[in-house]
């Protein structure tokens, strides 16, 4: 969620700008004549914001970083000697970010990974709970 309200922040500074910038490097008066131009680099400017943050959001969401990691037999058998640490450290409250990256330096596989590892654990023994 914090993601996109700094996107947003983002391209609204850079419409603001840009469009202030243009006024500047035009040499405009916002008292004068150029009222015309200066509402029409305002309307660009306001134009140009949602395709700049379209442009961001797509490359963003777009990037591998934010696709489910992929866990298969060979990861799972590389994690499986860390399970017992990985629960003890879990239930002490270290954070997960630090302990999927000690864990997942170890095994040779990727932090995501391992907290792929983790929360299959968690649904198992919730399911198995019930």
Known sequence: MCGYRIWGLAAGFIGYFLTFYLIGLLGLDINSEDKKTIG???GLG??????ILSSLSKRVL???TMLMPVLTDADIEKIKPFTTELIQRANAGEKMEMVAQSIATRAAVSPS???????ALAQAFKEKKQ
């Open 40 to 42: 029409f680099l305002v």
């Open 113 to 119: 990974q391992v907290i792929a590892f983790a929360s």
């Open 46 to 51: 306001i134009y140009l914001v949602p395709l």
């Open 62 to 64: 777009s990037t591998p």
